[in-house]
């Protein structure tokens, strides 16, 4: 995320976005190989939309393949399970291998 917040600049109370625009003024931001506004990246970073890192991501699909059973995972690292069985089957968090 240092290459997000490396494209603002604090005004104040506010974050300005300083990086590429849309036709209707919104920031954009690529991630994951797909263009975000920027707006909604800097929310789930700041109100902490997800208790998991890269890392945890990384660790939950290895284990997942190696047996440990998703619902075990989904207590140890505090998510539900419908959110880590769409983990483990990329439907979220796709940007990351």
Do not use: N
């Amino acid at each position: 995320m240092e290459r997000f917040w490396s494209k603002t600049a604090p005004d104040g109370g506010c974050v300005v976005w300083t990086a590429g625009t849309r036709r209707d003024g919104y920031g954009v931001f690529s991630l994951g190989g797909r263009m975000r506004a920027a707006h909604r990246v800097a929310w789930g970073e700041k109100h902490h939309a997800t208790p998991l890192t890269v890392k945890d991501v990384q660790t939950i699909r290895v284990a997942a393949a190696e047996g440990t059973s998703q619902a075990a995972l989904a207590r140890r690292y505090g998510v539900s399970p419908p959110a880590l069985s769409k983990i483990v089957r990329r439907l979220t968090w796709r940007h990351v291998a």
